[in-house]
């Protein structure tokens, strides 16, 4: 009886892999029926049950998932050869269950309308608009460097701790719901990852655990980083599992927040894409615009990149390219190069909306 139940576990994973598949082509019902029906009560239950917990629950659950499988090999390290079809059933229908759940509880977000389409914007742009937004990033990035440290040129260090920022962090969703009501935020789950320094190995800043919710931050990335790479795992809790589209989001909701620190590493945030985007295009023009940057803004921007540097290893490039495979497999066709399309939503929210 036990081994037909599994059979009929393992033997699911077609029919709902097709379903999948079948829904992908449907954005507006999913858009409708889940990232605004279904998808925002399992996201607040998980929140509200997981988010008082001080540390990650699903990253304990992960390190116990692993220990219990590597048991589970070397316990049936014999069975695997002499019943091989029954070992394979548990394997697959263990799979079957864990791709179920993960697309109930997150990951049919994948397949939701484009935000664009949502917000009326446009998903081009012209080179001379990507120009005019990214002087326009400049002026006000530059102004709050100024506020913040004076006619100084040295990098900002952000004096909040990082537990502090991310306690900080749900009062810019909290801004940004007067404007776009969606977008509204609580309760808040995010913590820092207890995997932190293999997630700096693997050249990862944070991630949202799709299975309990909770947004995971890498406690070793620099201060300066935090308070966007916080809100951007944040969007993903809203249902925008697109990286672009969270990029987008949690730029705004750090440029929106009340702390002077939050605007600036978000309108930073949003001037680096421009700028790494006019550097493809232009180089000449990219050394221009840089030359006309407060030197302390790329001083930040080179900390971020010194400290990533620090951590290069042979493995990131190859979980890179796993990472980028797993986005192509979620309608992300560009993979990891989908991040640099945060720029046309950038330039033309600019556009209709004041720096």
């Known amino acids: 009886m036990l081994k037909n139940i599994k059979l009929g576990i393992a033997l699911s994973i077609i029919p709902q892999y097709l379903l999948i598949k079948w829904l992908s082509g449907y954005p507006e019902f999913i858009e409708t029926y889940y990232s605004n029906g279904f998808y925002p009560i399992i996201s607040k239950i998980f929140r509200y049950t997981l988010g008082w917990i001080p540390f990650s629950f699903g990253d304990l659950v992960y390190a116990l998932a692993i220990i219990y499988i590597i048991r589970w090999f070397y316990v049936n390290r014999k069975r695997i050869i002499k019943d091989t079809k029954h070992w394979v059933i548990d394997v697959v229908s263990a799979v079957s269950i864990i791709y179920f759940a993960f697309h109930l509880f997150w990951a049919l977000n994948y397949y939701r309308l484009p935000l664009h389409k949502n917000l009326n914007l446009k998903a081009n742009y012209t080179t001379e608009q990507l120009i005019s937004v990214t002087k326009n990033l400049i002026q006000k990035s530059n102004s709050i460097y100024f506020e913040i440290a004076g006619n100084d040129t040295l990098k900002i260090d952000i004096p909040h701790s990082k537990s502090t920022v991310l306690k900080l962090a749900p009062l810019g969703y909290e801004r940004l719901k007067n404007t776009f009501p969606h977008l509204e935020y609580h309760p808040k789950s995010v913590k820092k990852s207890l995997f932190s320094y293999p997630l700096t190995y693997m050249g990862f800043s944070g991630y949202l655990n799709p299975l309990t919710n909770e947004a995971q931050i890498d406690a070793m990335i620099p201060i300066y980083l935090f308070p966007t790479t916080t809100s951007h795992e944040m969007a993903h809790q809203l249902g925008y599992a697109a990286e672009n589209e969270a990029n987008f989001i949690g730029c705004l909701a750090a440029i929106n927040h009340d702390d002077i620190y939050f605007k600036y590493s978000g309108y930073t945030?949003?001037?680096?894409?421009?700028?790494?985007?006019?550097?493809?295009?232009?180089?000449?023009?990219?050394?221009?615009?840089?030359?006309?940057?407060?030197?302390?803004?790329?001083?930040?921007?080179?900390?971020?990149?010194?400290f990533w540097d620090a951590y290069d290893n042979p493995l990131e490039p190859l979980l890179k390219i796993t990472y980028s495979s797993y986005l192509k497999a979620n309608k992300q066709a560009k993979g990891m190069e989908s991040y640099s399309y945060v720029v046309a939503l950038l330039v033309n929210y600019f556009e209709k909306n004041s720096i």
Do not use: P, V
Not at 280 to 287: H, S
């Open 269 to 306: 945030f949003a001037l680096r894409f421009c700028l790494n985007e006019i550097f493809k295009r232009d180089e000449a023009l990219f050394e221009e615009l840089c030359s006309i940057t407060n030197k302390g803004i790329l001083y930040n921007y080179k900390e971020a990149r010194d």
